[in-house]
């Protein structure tokens, strides 16, 4: 097997942003995964969230314009636009330190949401 042929393809760039526009990013993230979570934040904004490492996420504009949240065990950072309220997006790191950034595929642009097949996640619980 060469180099070619044993890289991973890298996930398909996607635009998004907040509701107003004040905050907008790009990234490379697979939307083959996306996940509802009944926590409640996530049931409160109907959140459909995708995951990808923070290295596939580059914010644009609006770092300015973004306050955090964080609750219960304040290990995510809930990003949210200071002008519209919309949450584009989250910051964590995965229990082995890599950094990660939950997006709301809700916040993607041109994002087919009746397409997508997200799988049910019990945060509420876990």
């Known amino acids: ?12 760039l996607h ?15 697979d939307l083959s ?3 509802t ?14 995951f990808t490492p923070a290295e596939n996420f580059t914010l644009q504009q609006g770092g300015d314009r973004l306050n955090e949240y964080r609750f219960n065990r304040h290990v995510i ?17 995965t229990p082995d330190g890599v950094p990660m950034v939950a997006l709301n595929v809700r916040c993607l642009d041109g ?4 397409a997508l097949n997200p799988m049910p996640y019990d945060g509420r619980n876990s």
């Open 15 to 29: 635009s998004g942003g907040c509701h107003c526009g004040a905050v907008r990013f790009e990234t490379r993230v």
């Open 33 to 35: 995964h996306v996940i």
């Open 37 to 50: 979570c009944n926590c409640s934040i996530c049931t409160a904004k109907g959140l459909l969230l995708a």
């Open 111 to 114: 994002v087919d949401i009746a």
């Open 77 to 93: 950072g809930h990003m949210f636009c200071t002008a519209c309220g919309t949450e584009p997006f989250a910051r964590a790191t």
């Open 1 to 12: 097997m060469n180099d070619e042929t044993a890289s991973t393809p890298l996930p398909p």
